[in-house]
């Protein structure tokens, strides 16, 4: 998927920005259609597509999904949700359900009604607000419910779930499409925490004949189809990350990240490169400052630990990580590869899971902080 | 500043948003004008509003202080450039100079003259592309000339100052507006390197008799007026944060930042909260889930370190920070303080510099990092 980015002097966008994310719609699709192959053809796999996507632009992802075959997609708040169903009316797929992972929150009804959303429920409170609105409107309200079976965040508590099975009247007037929880370590496949909540969920949907339900997230899609149920919610797992410790998965990588090379200079040993003088150079040395930092998404705490690609070779970063540059340490390499006009910031020699491990961190907190200051370029898709 | 965001129904994009931020403009203008009150009335004072007005709005910004009275823009990209190029031109602001740091790269020498753009020069490269663009285009082009004194980051070297002062003609065509140079530790008042970069920068501009200087970030502006001269360059001040450790300069905050709470739980002894289940409840609890998240910059590391306000009471984050919620232990806030419909994220007890202080980082990468998904508002400004 790497390609010369800045050399494309016919994109305009490419010239003047100095970091550029190329992400491959198509990988995101085939990521789904993998994720889809687990599971029984009966089992619904939405798309997970809040956070603007996972931070790789929610409009394009959905888009190439729906167009795909994906029918069902989650935000978190009802903002997201109004900006992906103005994306789904300009581009016919306005049918689609978009679900609230957070729900109806108080004087939010209107909003979802008019733009044709489902909200989670995840309290009494907010399923009491949606039957009232139900009632007010003389309609019948889709919802979900969620029970909660463990994170002790969203969702039902066990009371509540308790009341509300002794006091069904309370869904009068609701249409609920799915019972669904949440798993707290699915990504673990041998945390016995994973079977006790399936069997909490499996005792509260008995509850309710005849809803479907949803238990998995990416990592529970690959725990085996006791856990997909009717419907399956991948996220982490359409963006080419491994929710699973010890499972590889057939995902493939879906983005990429390169920045331009500003300057190559020459330094002495003695001399002390960047903010703080952090690093004394022990010879003389050839230093690459490329335009991508912590304003970036390029975190400051990559400095001394990352290492980029150029023409092929890998670099060190060294310094300090400024908010619009790093400097690498390229006198090792060829004259050749440093002919290139940019650096590749995830690469075969430093790839996302060595990043996030470099930053104490997981994969998903470094793609939804992305900076926007990058030129960002989608390839394939519908 | 702290306002009821949530509960002003009136506004749409508050009721969909889970989280606002709010940028007081004219907290800006009064720390620009702060810092411009430190140095001579003969010296210019810049306004440095790259990465997006440090993660603020540069549009916003760079308007409010051009209103204010300021002359002088920074940006680090071209792309930047263009774009406050375009704001400036809306708000009949075009007259101002945008300076743009990251210099002349590669095929830009069409969009820099286009814009009415003033590059930084690096480097002998860059040097020669815009004095080759000058000649082609039979014009005088603006540039600064930009001397490393010790960053190793970006600048031209010793060996290219050396050859730069023996071959003046390589800047026939050129009109030098600025030489300046960059420090490297500013932020510590007693650091000897601040006044070996002051006296190599003096040397430096020597050369260049009658050419404007500048020198100062914003900590050099409060190094005291020798590291003055005809422009300081102010930046991180500008936005409320405290560039020096040991010197309390008079800035304002400028920004506050708040989240919904989605919901209100309670739990029990033994229940264990978030991904994970990293924390387990030694007491029946009250647990609070707000709608910020990783992927809104509030960054993972702060799970069991950071406390939001509610209500004006102070409140634990506890378990593992979600993409899109945190979780928070409000079991001893009164039932008034529960009213609220949002929390404080940043607030008295629990400031930006405490926060920072938690992710070993320094506050500039927060505000730099701040998410798209929150509603923007802005205060004040002209």
Redesign the interface.
């Known amino acids: 998927m790497t390609t010369q980015l800045f050399q494309n002097?016919a994109n305009?966008?490419d010239?003047?920005?100095?970091s550029a994310i190329t992400v491959d719609l198509d990988a995101i699709v085939e990521n789904w259609r993998y994720i889809d192959s687990l599971s029984s053809p009966k089992t619904k796999t939405a798309a997970m597509v809040?956070?603007?996507g996972?931070?790789l632009g929610s409009g394009a992802v959905a888009s190439a999904l729906a167009g795909a075959g994906a029918e069902i997609f989650f935000v978190?708040?009802?903002?997201?949700a109004?900006e992906l169903r103005q994306i789904f009316r300009a581009k016919n797929h306005d049918n689609l359900p978009i679900m609230v992972?957070?729900?109806a929150?108080?004087?939010?009804e209107d909003?979802l009604a008019a733009h044709h959303l489902i909200p989670v429920l995840?309290?009494l409170e907010?399923i009491s607000r949606w039957q009232l609105f139900a009632k007010k409107t003389g309609t019948s309200l889709p919802a979900l419910l969620h029970f909660?079976t463990?994170?002790?965040?969203?969702g039902l508590?066990a009371?509540q779930a308790d009341w509300l099975i002794q006091n069904k009247a309370a869904l009068d007037g609701l249409d609920i499409a799915y019972v669904m929880s949440h798993l707290?370590?699915g990504e673990l496949i041998d945390d016995p925490?994973n079977r006790r909540q399936l069997a909490c969920f499996n005792d509260l949907r008995s509850w309710f004949p005849g809803v479907p339900s949803s238990l998995a997230n990416s990592a529970g899609c690959l725990l085996g189809r006791d856990y997909h149920f009717q419907m399956t919610r991948p996220g982490i797992a359409l963006y080419g990350i491994h929710p699973l410790e010890k499972v590889t998965a057939q995902l493939r990588p879906v983005f990429d990240w390169q920045a331009?090379i500003?300057?190559i200079?020459?330094?002495v040993a003695g001399?002390?490169?960047?903010?703080?003088?952090t690093v004394e150079?022990q010879r003389d040395s050839r230093?690459a400052?490329i335009?991508v930092?912590?304003?970036d998404?390029y975190?400051?705490?990559l400095g001394g630990k990352a290492k980029v690609s150029i023409g092929g070779q890998v670099a060190p970063v060294i310094?300090r990580i400024?908010?619009?540059?790093i400097?690498v340490d390229v006198t090792d390499l060829d004259k050749a590869a440093l002919r290139a006009?940019f650096a590749a910031l995830i690469h075969d020699d430093y790839r996302l899971e060595a990043m996030a491990a470099d930053l104490?961190?997981?994969s998903?907190?470094i793609i939804?902080?992305l900076?926007?200051?990058a030129?960002w370029h989608y390839h394939g898709g519908v």
Request: hydrophobic share 30%; aromatic share 4%; charged share 25%.
């Open positions: 002097a305009s966008a010239l003047a920005a100095d809040k956070a603007n996972y931070g978190a708040s009802l903002g997201e109004i992972l957070h729900g929150q108080r004087g939010q909003a995840n309290d907010q909660d463990g994170m002790t965040r969203l508590d009371d707290v370590s925490v331009r500003l300057q200079r020459h330094a001399d002390r490169v960047g903010y703080g003088g150079l230093i400052t335009g930092g912590y304003a998404g975190r400051r705490q310094g400024s908010m619009d540059s400097t006009d104490g961190t997981i998903y907190e939804t902080n900076g926007q200051r030129n």
